[in-house]
């Protein structure tokens, strides 16, 4: 089994200095897209999984070409859900996030009011891993630090999603306690490819990190956050 995440390009969060919800690519992350897509290709994957945001649809989208198989559209792969900030001027949504950043720890886990609170947010993701992990016969097993029964040699997957997602995602899979700022401690840029294994232990296996934010495939000039 391989489980391969891939973070979204560039998206237009600012048009004409007002905010969109739901952004596309800018010109630049079509073209990181693009050379995803170029990446990927003759690359033997099974089954490839995607968000239902708009920039990581159109992230997916050259992926899909290249690899020719059908995509698989998961809500829980939606990054967290911010407050509505379409048409909000981009210097009142830059402050709101930066205030927050300074709220007291515990405040941290409600996320942004009118948004999707990070404990929401966690469990949304990581229920939605679990059951999908489940669902090709990798069973996460009761205890800690975490051990799954997976049937050998299983898929390879591509997860075409979120910062915030895929953080969530990785830190669960590698038995790391969360924390409410899981994009910034685990910092993938745009475009990025971060790969997990399994590894025999304990007669089980837990998940290795073998790639964080690979960006080889991307020339120095697109590399972005």
């Known amino acids: 089994m391989e489980l391969i995440f891939v973070r979204h390009g560039q998206p237009q969060w600012d048009i004409d200095g007002r905010g969109v919800d739901n952004p596309v690519l800018t010109e630049l992350g079509h073209r990181q897209a693009e050379l995803l897509g170029e990446a990927f290709a003759g690359e033997a994957i099974d089954r490839i999984l995607v968000s239902p945001l708009i920039r990581a649809q159109q992230t997916a989208a050259p992926i899909i070409e290249a690899l020719g198989i059908e995509p698989e559209t998961h809500d829980w792969l939606a990054e967290i859900t911010a407050p509505v900030w379409q048409d ?3 210097e009142v949504v830059e402050r709101v996030f930066a205030e927050s950043r300074i709220r007291p720890l515990e405040e941290q886990w409600l996320g942004i009011p009118g948004g999707e609170s990070f404990r929401d947010f966690h469990d949304r993701v990581t229920f939605g891993l679990i059951d999908f992990l489940s669902s090709i016969d990798c069973v996460r097993l009761n ?5 799954w029964q997976l049937t050998e040699p299983g898929p390879r997957i591509v997860i075409v999603a979120h910062s915030g997602t ?3 995602s990785l830190g669960h899979l590698l038995g790391i306690d969360p924390v409410p700022w899981e ?4 910092v993938a840029f745009h475009a990025s490819v971060s790969v997990v294994k399994p590894m025999h232990i304990a007669q089980k296996h837990s998940f290795s990190l073998f790639r964080f934010s690979d960006l080889s495939h991307l020339p120095a000039e697109l590399h972005t956050r």
Do not use: H, K
């Open 143 to 147: 205890g800690f630090p975490p051990l």
């Open 166 to 168: 895929n953080a969530v």
């Open 88 to 90: 909000t001027p981009t």
């Open 183 to 186: 994009w910034e401690r685990f």
